[in-house]
């Protein structure tokens, strides 16, 4: 199967795993993401449980994706704070319908630290 035909169904199969997460932000986010140097448009999915856990992962839904990388943490109420996967802290502050933030990404072969302002489009 081309790649390109690949996402599509990727996406079309989400709303079916819905039920099974549970958490307020659970989601795909659109967003523009910044670092040194670097701004792109990108996605950002979030899922969570209801005791707050949750998982935010920078989605590569193209072939050249600048960024990359996902945090493991806690949300509670207003706030998504956690570590990423190579021990930088991330923190979003928004709701369920958006969210900006830091969070620590790999841009090219470097970690960095970058800005996330991201709306809910599913």
């Known amino acids: 199967m ?9 996406f079309a199969a989400l709303p079916f795993a819905a039920p099974a997460g549970g958490g307020a ?11 040194p140097g670097l701004s792109t ?10 005791d707050g856990q949750a998982i935010f992962a920078v ?14 943490g806690r949300i ?3 706030t998504f704070s956690g570590n990423t ?5 991330f923190s979003m502050s928004g709701s ?3 969210f900006t933030g830091t969070i620590g990404i790999v841009a090219g072969n ?6 996330a302002n991201c709306t809910r489009i599913w």
Request: glycine share 10%; proline share 5%; aromatic share 14%.
């Open 2 to 10: 081309q790649r390109k035909h690949f996402l599509p169904l990727v």
């Open 25 to 35: 932000w659970d989601g795909i986010y659109s967003c523009v993401i910044s670092a």
């Open 41 to 50: 448009q990108s996605y950002i999915t979030v899922n969570g449980q209801t």
């Open 59 to 72: 989605a590569a839904a193209r072939a050249a994706e600048p960024f990359y990388g996902y945090g493991i």
């Open 76 to 78: 509670d109420g207003t």
């Open 85 to 89: 996967m190579f021990e930088r802290p």
């Open 96 to 98: 369920s319908s958006g």
């Open 110 to 115: 470097a970690t960095v630290t970058a800005s």
